[in-house]
């Protein structure tokens, strides 16, 4: 059994769930294309199977941050989501072919302290990528829904509200990064 057939059996885990357009290019061309993207998500959102922890777009990737409640959720989740996104691209672009470079990459989240870093590292890639000067200046991410400035939430950021406290000492722990918290997560990170 592959690690990935082991992680899509399991339930009550969390996972990072990524991937990114073929060779690297753009899966995301404009505003309506994000904003589509999230709707999708909202969609296929079935909370008995999982949760939305954290996401993020960029324009040639994504991250989620998942909890599968029961097996097989995140598979039916991101295959609904993405099938159905590339199509939609594949036809408002008139092109063909694969859209994103493979099928998504998936890693089990093993500790509090990596599912907090993680959630941090999701949220502040506009920053790092200098598409955003902060995190919350991010439209398509959830950043705006754990400070508290978006109320339409697909997201369910309990867990992370348990070990950091409030919407305000979120934002304190994601505005106070430093690059060697990379490193508290880079062994999980996707290369």
């Keep these: 059994m592959s690690i990935k057939t082991k992680y899509i059996q399991t339930s009550n885990e969390y ?17 309506r294309n994000f904003t589509y993207f999230i709707r999708r998500m909202t969609d296929a ?18 991250h989620l941050l998942l909890f599968q409640k029961e097996p097989e959720g995140i598979t039916k989740f991101v295959r609904s989501v ?10 408002e672009r008139s092109r063909t072919g694969h859209l994103f470079e493979g099928k998504y990459k998936i890693k089990q989240i093993e500790s509090d302290d990596y599912l907090l870093h993680l ?11 200098q ?11 959830s950043c705006r829904e754990y400070f508290e400035m978006r109320e339409n ?6 867990v992370i509200s348990d070990q950091i406290g409030n919407a305000e ?16 997560i880079s062994r999980f990170l996707f290369s």
């Design 15 to 31: 996972f990072h769930v990524y991937n990114r357009g073929v060779e690297r290019k753009e899966i995301f061309f404009n505003e």
């Design 45 to 62: 959102l079935d909370p008995t199977e999982i949760e939305i922890v954290a996401y993020c777009l960029m324009p040639n990737h994504f």
């Design 82 to 91: 993405c099938d159905g996104y590339a199509k939609a691209i594949n036809k």
């Design 119 to 129: 959630s941090r590292y999701i949220h502040l890639n506009p920053v790092r990528a």
């Design 131 to 141: 598409l955003v000067s902060q995190a919350e200046e991010w439209e398509f991410s």
């Design 153 to 158: 939430k697909i997201i369910s950021n309990r």
């Design 169 to 184: 000492q979120y934002r304190k722990f994601v505005e106070e990064y430093h690059p060697q918290h990379k490193e508290k």
